[in-house]
């Protein structure tokens, strides 16, 4: 990975914090300024633009607030990292000028950068962090280990795909055998066949239903009763008079009484029992109903359940012929297996002992950090040693627990800045928010040496109130607090010469700075190598 580089952190629009721009050195940078100057708002910013939470008081953002950090790399290429407010009050992303999100400068920032804040470990939140520490410690190679689980997985997959071992692919072909054998039984003979039953069912149920109508209605035309329509109108022809002048009248209703006779003949034929069949009918609503439950049951239409019948004897035939390349599958997965244990074994006893070793060294570190009875021990559990966690005790008498849990802001930085000398990931830069809280004399010295010693393998920028730290820093920045009619205001601006000696004095004295004030911080600039 090439090393990255902060050059340039720019922030507009954050609480007192009106425009500042701080173009960074290599090594050791030290950020410092008067309590409520606005040194927490400076590394707000700069979490803020690396994809940090917005919704954090510490931004106090306003309307045309902007964050933006730099990034060089040694390879060549820059990363631009940027959010803006916008006129909605919403805060827009941007990555190498193109449009991001702030997850994807949360992922983006992890290549480039490490924030070692007092209430947050950003590098120790994740197991998965602490042993690639480990790793990098010991020299451990985890890539043949992670090769081997993922042909295992491709494989396993390969084998789901066949249906799984031989007792579950024979479970499976034996379903399927099951739902074949019930729709080769229903012997569909078409896609249409349910519309053509339910058709012809429909036409004969209202015929059937229709009978008693139409009896009563073949009763009342020509029945046997002395009432019927067509009698009465035969007595009244029969009543007519020959030669009176209506003979072809008479002739035309006799025809029209025939005919009539014969329409109801054509339906005393079709209310007869030999013309509907009973067990046609039976026969058609049987059919009908076993046709719709082979729709339910295979996709919601019997083109559907003729498609899948060809897939599972499709499916059938494929199951039938994975049993050889099943076989190899197992011999495979089995050599795997065993190869995984061997691999997974072995990478435990390494990050096993890197775990022992760098917990010595880290010990080893920690009076520097102003923790000399502080201790602390890599635990590696899991079958290789991927489940690894910081075991940790900030006093004598006291029980071990998580470092997140009983370090405190102040005792967590400096674990943190313990580890960094020991496992500097110099690929990244590295900041360190108040990492000499709660400490002075010549335990601030030491750790003034420290974060000057991490920033010989990569860059280093800290946010300190103590004169001896900044004194050991490459780069000295100041944030100074102005109040001009009623507004306060932030600037940020490099010292040098006299001026570094002045914030070094002011820092050691306060603001009446003196002549003995400017003596040590003189000693203390000229001190460092």
């Known amino acids: 990975m090439p090393k990255a580089h902060l050059v340039e952190l720019y922030a507009r629009s954050l609480g007192v914090i009106e425009e500042a721009r701080i173009e960074f050195g290599p090594g050791f940078n030290v950020v410092t300024g008067e309590t ?176 008693s109508d139409l009896a009563a209605v073949v009763e009342e035309l020509d ?84 498609a899948q019948l060809e897939q599972m004897r499709a499916r059938i035939t494929d199951l039938e012929g994975a049993h050889e390349r099943s076989s190899e599958l197992e011999a495979r997965l089995d050599r795997l297996r065993r190869r995984e244990g061997e691999l997974a074994a072995r990478l435990r006893a390494e990050r096993q002992r890197a775990g022992d070793d760098l917990t010595e ?14 201790t602390l021990r890599f635990v590696v559990e899991g079958d290789d040693g991927s489940d690894a966690r910081i075991a940790f005790a900030p006093n004598p008498g006291m029980g071990e627990g998580p470092l997140q849990a009983l370090a405190s802001g102040g005792e967590l930085s400096r674990v943190l800045l313990a580890l960094s000398l020991e496992t500097a990931h110099d690929d990244v830069v590295a900041v360190f928010d108040e990492v000499d809280a709660g400490v002075g004399g010549q335990v601030a010295q030491q750790i003034g040496d420290c974060l000057r010693e991490v920033g010989q393998t990569q860059q280093v920028i800290a946010v300190t109130h103590l004169a001896s730290v900044a004194a050991k820093a490459a780069q000295h920045f100041v944030i100074e607090k102005t109040v001009r009619d009623a507004e306060t205001t932030t600037r940020v601006r490099e010292v040098r010469g006299e001026e570094r000696v002045n914030e070094i004095a002011r820092m050691l004295a306060g603001d009446h700075i003196t002549a003995e004030a400017r003596a040590l911080a003189q000693r203390l600039l000229e001190s460092v190598p």
């Open 361 to 374: 060294r880290v010990r080893r570190q920690l009076p520097r950090v102003a923790l000399p009875h502080a």
């Open 36 to 211: 409520g100057a606005g040194k927490t708002l400076l590394l707000g910013a700069l979490e803020l633009c690396l994809g940090g939470d917005a919704g954090g008081s510490r931004y106090a953002l306003g309307s045309d607030s902007r964050a933006v950090a730099l990034f060089s790399l040694d390879d060549g290429t820059e990363r631009v990292f940027a959010r803006e407010a916008t006129a909605s009050g919403r805060l827009r992303a941007s990555l190498d000028a193109a449009p991001s999100s702030a997850e994807l400068l949360r992922r983006a920032a992890d290549e480039v950068i490490v924030i070692h804040g007092q209430h947050d470990s950003l590098a120790l939140r994740s197991r998965q962090e602490i042993v690639r520490l480990l790793d990098v410690a010991g020299g451990i190679d985890a890539r043949e280990l992670d090769e081997v689980r993922r042909e295992r997985a491709t494989l396993e997959a390969e084998r789901t795909l066949l249906g799984g071992d031989a007792a579950a692919r024979e479970r499976e072909r034996d379903y399927l055998a099951f739902q074949c054998r019930e729709l080769d039984d229903a012997h569909v003979s078409s896609p249409d066949e349910l519309e053509q039953v339910l058709e012809e069912l429909s036409s004969l149920t209202r015929l059937r239903d229709a009978q």
């Open 223 to 306: 029945g046997d009763g002395d009432a019927t329509v067509l009698g009465l109108l035969a007595n009244a022809v029969a009543r007519l008079p020959r030669g009176a002048g209506v003979d072809d009248v008479r002739e035309n209703l006799l025809n029209v009484l025939a005919a009539a006779r014969d329409h109801v003949h054509d339906l005393r034929e079709r209310t007869s029992a030999e013309n509907f069949d009973e067990a046609h009918l039976a026969r058609l609503e049987e059919r009908a109903t076993r046709l719709q439950s082979i729709s339910r049951k295979y996709g919601g239409s019997l083109a559907a359940a003729v």
